[in-house]
C-alpha cells in the first residue's frame, strides 16, 4: 500500500511542478497537477509511519554542517562542505556505522569535569581571550576550593600563554597524558602555543589536522578533576567549533558564553552564533558585552566609544531571550597587564572593571548550575 502511494505520488508531485512552473500550461498539466499534489498529500498522510518515506532520502546525522550531502551519499565526506567536519574520514571510507572513537575517549578522560564552557565569538577583536582569562583568573580567585582550567583551541591565534602569564612554559607528557600549565595552584592552561618552538611560528592547517589536534586535546589532557573548564576559540564558526560541539556532546558540553561589543557590526555575527549553537545543540549561558564605555585611567569618568545604534548586546539578548551576564568597560590598564601577563584582578582589585567582572562570574555560576 505505501509502495503504491511511493510510487503514484512522484511522477505526479512531479507534473504538478511542471505546471506552475511552465508559463504555456494546457489542460491536461493542470489537471494532472492537482490530482498529482491530492495524490502526494493523501498519499503521505496515509503512510502509517512518515519517517519511512524520509529513508528514502539521504540521512543526516545531528550535528551535521550546513550543506552535508548525508552520510548515506555518495559524496559523503568527498565535498567542500565536509572540510573540516570530524566525520569526515569515516564518511568518505563509507564506513558510517562506525562511530569515532575519540567520542567516546573524550567523554572517558572528561568525566570529571564538571562543567565544561566554550568562549565563542561572532568578530574577532572584541575580547574573547582577554575574558577567558580573566574569568579564569576570577573563578579561581574567587572560589579558591573550586579547579578551574583554560584549553585554549584557537588553533591559529593562541594568546592564552601569553595573557595567563606562562609564556614560554613547556607541557610534559607522562602515562597519563600531557600535564597542562599550572598559573595557580586551582589553575591551569593547555595551549597550542606551548608546543611551538617560537611564538612566531604561523600554525597553516586544514580542517581535518585541527580537528585531529582539537580531539587530542580534549581527550589526552590530564586535568585531574576539575570545577570549569573554560575553552577559548577562534572567530566565528568554524572547524574548531564544529569538532568540539561534536567531541563534547557526549561528553555533556555545559553552554556557552558568547563575547561582542555594542557596535551592530559585532552584534550582527552574534546573532549568527547564537544560530550556531542552536543548530548544534549547545545551551547558549549567556552574552557579555565588552568594550562597552571607555573607562579614563586618570579621572575614571566613563564614555561611550563604540556607538550603541540598535541598543546593544542588552536589548539583542532581550529580543532573542538569551540571558545577558553584564557589561566591562574599556580600560587601557587591563591591556597592558594582559600583554604583560600580569594578573588585574589582584592588581587593580578596587576597580571597576573588577567589580563588574564579579557580578558577572556570579552571573556564570548560577547559569551552570541552573
Ligand atoms: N575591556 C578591555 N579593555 C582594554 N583592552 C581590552 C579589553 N578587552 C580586550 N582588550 C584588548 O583588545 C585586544 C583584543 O582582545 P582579545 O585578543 O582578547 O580579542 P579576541 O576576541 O580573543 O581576538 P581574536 O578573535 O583575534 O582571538 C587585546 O589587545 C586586549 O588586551
Known amino acids: 500500500m505505501n509502495d503504491f502511494f511511493f510510487l503514484c505520488e512522484c511522477p505526479l508531485f512531479f507534473c504538478g511542478i511542471r505546471y506552475s512552473r511552465t508559463g504555456t500550461n494546457t489542460w491536461t498539466d493542470f489537471v494532472a497537477g492537482v490530482f498529482g499534489i491530492i495524490t502526494s498529500s493523501l498519499g503521505r498522510s496515509m503512510l502509517p509511519n512518515a519517517s519511512r518515506c524520509q529513508s528514502r532520502f539521504p540521512r543526516l546525522p545531528e550535528n551535521a554542517p550546513e550543506h552535508c550531502p548525508g552520510t ?14 570530524p566525520n569526515q574520514q569515516i564518511c568518505a571510507s563509507g564506513d558510517t556505522k562506525t562511530v569515532d572513537p575519540g567520542i567516546q575517549l573524550v567523554k572517558d578522560r572528561l568525566q570529571d569535569v564538571r562543567h565544561k564552557i566554550l568562549i565563542l565569538s561572532g568578530k574577532g577583536g572584541v575580547g574573547k581571550s582577554t575574558l577567558t582569562a580573566l574569568l579564569s583568573r576570577g573563578l579561581a580567585h574567587n572560589y579558591n576550593e573550586l579547579n578551574v582550567a583554560v584549553l585554549d583551541i584557537d588553533i591559529c591565534g593562541p594568546s592564552q600563554p601569553r595573557v595567563l602569564g606562562v609564556n614560554g612554559e613547556q607541557v610534559h607528557q607522562s602515562g597519563s597524558g600531557w600535564s597542562p600549565v599550572y598559573v595557580e595552584d586551582n589553575l591551569s592552561v593547555m595551549s597550542i602555543g606551548f608546543l611551538l618552538s617560537s611564538p612566531d611560528d604561523a600554525i597553516i592547517w586544514r580542517g581535518p589536522k585541527k580537528n585531529g589536534m582539537i580531539r587530542q586535546f580534549l581527550s589526552e589532557v590530564d586535568w585531574g578533576s576539575l570545577d570549569y573548564l573554560l575553552m577559548d576559540t577562534p572567530p566565528g564558526t568554524s572547524d574548531e567549533h564544529l569538532s568540539a560541539a561534536t567531541y563534547l556532546a557526549k561528553a555533556g558540553l555545559t553552554g556557552a558564553i558568547i563575547v561582542t561589543t555594542p557596535q551592530e557590526v559585532a552584534l550582527l555575527d552574534v546573532r549568527k552564533e547564537i544560530d550556531f549553537c542552536k543548530k548544534v545543540n549547545v545551551k547558549v549561558l549567556g552574552v557579555i558585552e565588552n568594550m562597552s564605555t571607555f573607562l579614563c585611567p586618570c579621572c ?61 562570574i556570579k552571573n556564570i555560576v548560577e547559569a551552570c548550575s541552573s
Do not use: H
Not at 73 to 83: I, N, Y
Open 300 to 360: 575614571q569618568k566613563q564614555s561611550e566609544i563604540f556607538p550603541v545604534t540598535t541598543g546593544g548586546a542588552q536589548r539583542m539578548c532581550a529580543d532573542l531571550k538569551v540571558p545577558f551576564l553584564g557589561s566591562l568597560p574599556l580600560d587601557p590598564t587591563l591591556a597592558r597587564c594582559c600583554d604583560e601577563g600580569r594578573n588585574y584582578l589582584t592588581e587593580m582589585a578596587d576597580s571597576t572593571v573588577v567589580k563588574e567582572l564579579n557580578s558577572i
Open 72 to 85: 548515506e551519499s555518495q559524496e559523503a565526506g568527498k565535498v567542500s562542505a565536509c572540510a573540516g567536519c
